[in-house]
């Protein structure tokens, strides 16, 4: 069954939101601006990505584009703009992208990148964000912001955490724009895929986690994964341990071990 979109949601411009087969599809849709960022385009991702994680058709969570690009990072209109703010003004902007990357990291659900296009900037920033990324061969990524005197800062701390600090110095102080091989092998993606078959191997592949894998299970690794590099090797691992005793106690551990000891296979 498919979800009913809130008057808020229909009435978005550059972003839609639909679920199917227990797969939420959040599309940046404003392929004529090769789906560059500004403040309304976040505005409209911070909501899309809300109702995803409380919407109960959607499982996991796949961020597409349409058209030929990925995302070109901030749209010229948007740049010249900032031309005329203070101080005050840009760590209120500053804070909203921040906000998005700090929602899509932290998702209760899983979210799944999928790239047919060029993700440069900040939609460099959108592709690495996601949990796990698929890209097509042809997509070219890069943080070009050093170029024109800017900083590629709030990626910088997701970066270091996904890819380490000499491939984050590698990418953010050159600024260069690399093929999708390279994005691969810095971990910077996930899979690359032929762009032909991208959509049916990104469905299947969310699929599978929604028939293998329990929600909760996934929600707290992920939230784990988020909080451990901040701690100490002793306060990480009592936190671990925390969270596997909490997890015994779950009632989809319950089901899975007594699925697994019977040999039966759990459909979640």
Same mark, same amino acid.
């Given at each position: 069954? +498919?979800?009913?979109? @809130?008057?808020?949601?229909?009435?978005?411009?550059?972003?839609?939101?639909?679920?199917?087969? =227990?797969?939420?599809?959040?599309?940046?849709?404003?392929?004529?601006? =090769?789906?560059?960022?500004?403040?309304?385009?976040?505005?409209?991702?911070k909501q899309a990505f809300e109702f995803a994680e409380n919407d109960e058709n959607a499982k996991v969570i796949v961020l597409r584009a349409a058209g030929d690009v990925f995302c070109a990072g901030a749209d010229l209109a948007y740049i010249q703009d900032l031309q005329g703010f203070g101080y005050t003004d840009n760590l209120e902007?500053?804070?909203?992208?921040?906000?998005?990357?700090?929602?899509?990291?932290?998702?209760?659900?899983?979210?799944?990148?999928?790239?047919?296009?060029?993700?440069?900037?900040?939609?460099?920033?959108?592709?690495?964000?996601?949990?796990?990324? #698929?890209?097509?061969?042809?997509?070219? #990524?890069?943080? @070009?912001?050093?170029?024109?005197?800017?900083?590629?800062?709030?990626?910088?701390? #997701?970066?270091?955490?996904?890819?380490?600090?000499?491939?984050?110095?590698?990418?953010?102080?050159?600024?260069?724009?690399?093929?999708?091989?390279?994005?691969?092998?810095?971990?910077?993606?996930?899979?690359?895929?032929?762009?032909?078959?991208?959509?049916? @191997?990104?469905?299947?592949?969310?699929?599978?986690?929604?028939?293998?894998?329990?929600?909760?299970?996934?929600?707290?690794?992920?939230?784990?994964?988020?909080?451990?590099?901040?701690?100490?090797?002793?306060?990480?691992?009592?936190?671990?341990?925390? =969270?596997?005793?909490?997890?015994?106690?779950?009632?989809?551990?319950?089901?899975?071990?007594?699925? #697994?000891?019977?040999? +039966?296979?759990?459909?979640?």
């Amino acid at each position: 069954m +498919e979800n009913l979109l @809130t008057p808020e949601l229909e009435a978005l411009r550059y972003i839609r939101y639909e679920a199917q087969d =227990r797969i939420g599809y959040i599309t940046l849709n404003r392929p004529d601006k =090769r789906n560059a960022l500004n403040a309304d385009v976040v505005t409209e991702l911070k909501q899309a990505f809300e109702f995803a994680e409380n919407d109960e058709n959607a499982k996991v969570i796949v961020l597409r584009a349409a058209g030929d690009v990925f995302c070109a990072g901030a749209d010229l209109a948007y740049i010249q703009d900032l031309q005329g703010f203070g101080y005050t003004d840009n760590l209120e902007d500053s804070t909203h992208l921040m906000q998005l990357f700090h929602q899509i990291y932290t998702l209760k659900k899983v979210v799944i990148g999928q790239v047919q296009g060029h993700a440069l900037a900040g939609g460099c920033g959108l592709a690495a964000i996601c949990d796990l990324t #698929f890209a097509v061969p042809e997509a070219k #990524f890069g943080y @070009t912001e050093v170029k024109i005197g800017f900083l590629p800062a709030i990626v910088s701390v #997701f970066l270091v955490r996904k890819i380490g600090e000499a491939r984050t110095k590698q990418l953010l102080l050159t600024g260069d724009v690399v093929p999708a091989q390279a994005a691969l092998d810095m971990g910077l993606i996930t899979f690359m895929v032929p762009k032909d078959e991208l959509a049916e @191997t990104v469905k299947i592949y969310a699929q599978r986690l929604c028939r293998e894998n329990s929600a909760q299970s996934m929600e707290v690794t992920k939230e784990m994964l988020a909080r451990l590099p901040e701690m100490d090797l002793e306060e990480g691992l009592r936190y671990a341990a925390q =969270r596997n005793a909490e997890a015994r106690g779950s009632e989809d551990c319950r089901r899975g071990i007594a699925a #697994f000891l019977s040999k +039966e296979k759990i459909g979640w």
